[in-house]
């Protein structure tokens, strides 16, 4: 049998552990990134332009541990563990909130370091070849031709595979080639709220700040946050309307607003750093992606970012990427064996059987990336608005209480979501039966409340006390 081989468009996390995955299955890999190499001194600083923070959880660190054990060992030992959220309010008072009642916990790691470490991985692996400052020009996915640019020599040629991968970004030309080929749904949404990043510095080589928190200032309709780095420095994020971007022009406005809503992260920043942040970085846009299928044919899928762009609230944008790569593993290797073929060399189906594997990975993973954008989504109002709620504050002790003692029963959703591999569509689905069920439990336990307090009143007021049939038409109306 001839080799079968594979072009990965896209080499940040989700391409190289892609590259990964199919040469531990058999497959000559191709993958093309129109960056440079970051893993070269000279170009380290590349990826700064973008947050340095990552908060990996148990879908990333899964799909991980099925490519390498080992591999899931090495970013284990870079990861700050973040137990909960700590609150951060006006006068400076701050409250934990654990992530998790058994004290499970997501993790910061820094992206220059888990991106040299998988394309690492990959180049160890004889079947890969990496090509860097390679930009997509078109593809002909029928004849499975993609069409590259050398930045360096300015060379146009063409590539052939027989599956072609687009890990390339919520901005995606390979998606944007299969959209003239498939009908496909698609929508792309940017929200009114932006982002502006700041840096803590250590001091006297120390966190300024307990680093085993995702720390979050919730101010109503905005909220800054702050997640530690190996360097012993916070990157903090502020996420607000654009509006009120628009409204801060000086230098002074800016140390302005700061006081009035985030004063001892100015205090912790220092005023002069913070304007000078705020003046130097980019203002970023906040967008989502949906779209379905995620294939054509037996000879293209996209993963990640170009399949379900999302908002950075659940911190699941990558480990959603990886979990995708491990998701069509999982399907390809079934499929395979399946046919009675007891092999890891997924090179070994045929064309039909991998048609087969792709639409099997579109039509379930679609579901789950829709699942996980809108709860990203969701995400946003409760981190800077719900968690001082009383409401919010109530449901989680009641659902923390509950999952302690029935801990397959009531599952707190950021658990389902960070702790569990529950496809993010069952998750939705177990979350509003648990809301019912939670709904009704609190109305039948305040009505049982009322009515005794009631029925204690009317026997000391010397009232007729209701019959057991009167109480029961009572509960049968509500």
């Known amino acids: 049998m001839a080799e079968r081989s594979v072009i990965i468009v896209g080499g940040g996390l989700v391409g190289s552990l892609t590259a990964c995955y199919f040469a531990k299955r058999g497959w000559k890999v191709d993958l093309y990134e129109k960056r440079q190499d970051v893993r070269q001194p000279e170009n380290s600083c590349l990826v700064e332009h973008r947050s340095i923070n990552l908060a990996i959880s148990e879908r990333g660190f899964s799909a991980l541990r099925r490519l390498d054990p080992l591999l899931e060992a090495r970013v284990r030992e870079l990861a700050i563990p973040m137990h909960g959220r700590m609150i951060h309010s006006l006068d400076g008072k701050q409250t934990s909130q654990a992530y998790d009642v058994f004290g499970k916990h997501i993790n910061s790691v820094g992206r220059n370091a888990l991106i040299k470490i998988l394309l690492d991985a990959a180049d160890s692996y004889s079947r890969v070849t990496l090509h860097f400052r390679h930009e997509l020009v078109d593809v002909d996915f029928d004849s499975r031709r993609v069409t590259l640019r050398n930045a360096e020599t300015n060379h146009q040629f063409d590539s052939n595979a027989d599956l072609i991968i687009g890990a390339d970004g919520a901005y995606s030309r390979v998606r944007q080639r299969m959209m003239t080929k498939v009908m496909m749904n698609y929508s792309q949404t940017y929200i009114e709220h932006g982002y502006c990043e700041f840096s803590m510095a250590a001091i006297n080589g120390e966190f300024i700040m307990d680093p085993n928190h995702l720390h979050i200032w919730p101010r109503g309709s905005f909220m800054l946050i702050a997640l530690p780095n190996p360097d012993k420095t916070f990157t903090c994020t502020l996420f607000m309307p654009w509006r009120q971007f628009d409204q801060i022009k000086t230098s002074d406005e800016a140390v302005g607003f700061f006081r009035a809503n985030f004063p001892d992260a100015l205090s912790l920043m220092g005023e002069k750093s913070m304007c000078a942040e705020y003046a ?25 970012d170009a399949a379900h762009a ?21 399907i390809m290797l079934n499929t395979l064996q399946a046919s009675g073929i007891e092999s890891t060399d997924t090179t070994q189906l045929t064309d039909e059987q991998l048609l087969s594997a792709l639409d099997e990975y579109s039509a379930t993973r679609a579901a789950d990336a829709d699942a996980i954008v809108d709860l990203a989504l969701d995400n946003y109002v409760e981190m800077r608005a719900g968690v001082v709620s009383y409401s919010y504050l109530l449901r989680k002790q009641l659902e923390g209480l509950l999952h302690r003692y029935f801990p397959t029963m009531v599952i707190p959703l950021y658990t389902m979501v960070s702790f569990t591999s529950i496809p993010y569509a069952a998750v939705i689905r177990q979350w509003n039966r648990q809301t019912i069920w939670l709904h009704r439990s609190i109305y039948a336990a305040t009505a049982t409340v009322v009515l005794g307090a009631s029925l204690v009143s009317a026997q000391l007021l010397g009232l007729r006390m209701p019959t057991l049939n009167e109480v029961a038409r009572v509960f049968s109306h509500n």
């Open 280 to 304: 130097r970085n980019p203002k970023g846009s906040l967008v989502y992606v949906k779209c379905t299928p995620h294939t054509y044919k037996n000879c293209a899928v996209i993963l990640g």
């Open 310 to 330: 999302m908002v950075p609230f659940y911190g699941q944008g990558m480990n959603c990427g990886f979990e995708d790569v491990e998701k069509l593993d999982e």
